[in-house]
């Protein structure tokens, strides 16, 4: 039954990221795909692992357990886009996508010798995908 509300509420309140995640889906589908928890895990061949809505996009490159490690927290942006609905892509993955990409904050990063996952947006999606899935995620 919480699989179902959690497809339901993501087909809904998360139907922006959903939509965006299910054309990508769509794009990628003779690719491995599994359920987690109600979402959907696509392997991609693109170095960064990415959460839309129902979607989850993880980086076929990296090896267990690291991966399952980045499902359970890419699973915690799931969460955030259940709490936030149509803001979410707004407050998380903008926000997400630039502290990621742009060589300002890697540079960041490396002199404050920090971890991508330090970012509270990044910290809060790995404490939510340990709450909801009971497994370890990446830190």
Excluded at 55 to 69: A, D
Excluded at 81 to 91: A, K, T
């Amino acid at each position: 039954m919480k699989k179902v509300l959690f497809i339901i509420w993501q087909c809904t309140w998360g139907f922006y990221q959903t939509l965006i995640g299910a054309i990508i889906f769509l794009r990628l589908i003779r690719r491995k795909h599994y359920m987690y928890h109600g979402a959907i895990v696509t392997y991609w061949n693109i170095e960064v692992s990415v959460s839309l809505g129902l979607f989850i996009f993880v980086t076929e490159g990296r090896r267990e357990p690291r991966r399952q490690m980045i499902v359970v927290h890419e699973y915690g942006h799931c969460i955030q886009s259940l709490i936030l609905g149509p803001f979410y892509l707004l407050f998380i993955g903008l926000p997400s996508m630039l502290w990621c990409q742009l060589k300002v904050f890697e540079r960041l990063r490396k002199k404050k010798n920090m971890s991508y996952y330090d970012m509270g947006i990044e910290k809060s999606a790995s404490n939510l995908g340990e709450r909801f899935t009971g497994e370890v995620a990446e830190r």
